[in-house]
């Protein structure tokens, strides 16, 4: 009996991406001063939305414990990609980072994060209520 749901892996996985792309904006802002740094962007919300809404014929199982993740859930596999953030025009130092995008961004991103947090911790609540209630 898996008492860990689809869903918890799915907000472990969005938990776990947001901590990756906070590093990724923290990165952005520590280099803001650095001439020629180009800003990066962690993109993972397209594979995350794909992994949650394929149907089970579309989700690939395994068929040898060395292949993907153990129980062949699509979250596990769900991996994030660092790109650089296309720019129209540089400033003369050739840096990209935009201090008020990143800082909107980091914003968005913690608020994100913080809620997948409260649900995963409502998840946990129901289940130390319903392990309390068999006693």
Do not use: C
């Not at 740094?37 to 395994?62: C, D, G, Q």
């Not at 650089?84 to 991103?109: F, T």
């Amino acid at each position: 009996m898996n008492v860990f749901d689809k869903t918890m892996g799915m907000l472990e996985k969005t938990m776990d991406m947001r901590a990756a792309r906070h590093r990724v904006i923290a990165s952005n802002l520590a280099n803001e001063e650095t001439p020629g740094y180009r800003a990066k962007e962690f993109r993972f919300l397209e594979a995350l939305y794909t992994a949650s809404h394929a149907t089970p014929a579309e989700r690939l199982m395994i068929s040898h414990h060395t292949h993907l993740q153990p129980g062949g859930e699509a979250a596990g596999r769900v991996k994030g990609q660092v790109v650089d953030m296309p720019v129209n025009e540089l400033p003369m130092d050739g840096n990209s980072v935009n201090l008020e995008m990143e800082m909107a961004k980091m914003s968005d991103n913690a608020l994100n994060y913080n809620t997948a947090a409260s649900m995963m911790s409502q998840r946990f609540r129901q289940l130390l209520s319903a392990i309390k209630d068999t006693r």
